[in-house]
């Protein structure tokens, strides 16, 4: 669904036969620098939804604060790691510098390639990453999707070859000096030599004047979620709170439907689609 006054779309979803809510993109919301975030909510209520929660770095867009005062709930959510020119040269850790050089010794090379002409291989890659993380919900992307996707502007595709075999393959997104990492798979072999190291460091070095989000792991910190946390720490330097922002539009059906619960579902929104194990 569109909104016109964010200038973004919102995807919006049944909770019954006669209620509706909506989620932001994944896996940040793209809103418009100068949207009026008031009307915003506004458009969404009058059609109907009754809840909304989206996940903002404030890179671009509106800042925190003027998020604060649109939304009621607003929750830390993830660390993204940064690479900030104005904070420093580049400089991954000598853990990284090394697999990178393994990697390059290995005879993997990564360059650009246009994202049409590796449809195929890149869906194999990612139906791996599906199977071998059981991916479900919003990132499981589907075929479809991703000829959708080679068709927006401000995509760049950056593959890691052994020979002629893609290994690895990484989408980012370009936009007003900001550069963010949208998705990622590696195949076996590209785990094996260490071709992720190789196409991160290529593709940092390619945007090397611009700010680059690498995205957030799936904690608050470095030590919650290590393999991933770890990663994409050896190559930043410098961390950004990505943060959830919700509002209830329908307070009377939001309130209804939270007392249908059995469970307490703790600090969680919306309350109604809580794991009944939360706490």
Avoid at 20 to 35: H, Q, W
Avoid at 158 to 178: E, K, M, P, R, Y
């Amino acid at each position: 669904m569109y909104v016109p006054a964010w200038g973004t779309h919102v995807i919006v979803r049944k909770v019954d036969q006669n209620t509706l809510d909506a989620i932001g993109t994944y896996p940040i919301a793209s809103l418009a620098r100068n949207c009026d975030l008031v009307l915003g909510l506004e458009q969404l209520r009058q059609a109907g939804v009754i809840t909304v929660i989206l996940v903002s770095d404030c890179l671009f867009g509106p800042g925190d604060i003027a998020l604060r005062e649109a939304f009621s709930y607003v929750r830390p959510f993830k660390t993204h790691y940064l690479i900030d020119p104005t904070y420093g040269h580049y400089l991954p850790t000598e853990h990284h510098r090394y697999e990178i050089r393994r990697a390059e010794n290995h005879g993997v090379e990564v360059r650009t390639v246009r994202f049409f002409d590796i449809l195929d291989e890149w869906t194999e890659l990612y139906e791996q990453l599906i199977s071998r993380h059981q991916i479900t919900g919003t990132q499981r992307f589907s075929r479809a999707s991703f000829e959708a996707l080679a068709r927006c502007d401000g995509l760049t595709t950056v593959a890691a070859f052994l020979g002629s075999t893609i290994v690895a393959c990484h989408l980012w997104f370009q936009h007003d000096g900001i550069v963010w990492s949208h998705l990622a798979a590696t195949s076996r072999d590209g785990y094996k030599h260490g071709a992720a190291f190789a196409l991160h460091d290529y593709t940092i070095r390619t945007f090397s004047r611009e700010l680059i989000n690498l995205g957030g792991a799936a904690g608050l910190d470095d030590a919650s979620d290590g393999g991933l946390a770890l990663f994409k720490a050896g190559f930043s330097n410098r961390k950004h709170q990505s943060k959830l922002y919700g509002a209830v539009l329908d307070s009377k059906r939001y309130e209804a439907l939270c007392l249908e619960g059995l469970s307490p579902k703790g600090d969680y929104f919306p309350w109604y689609r809580a794991p009944s194990t939360a706490t």
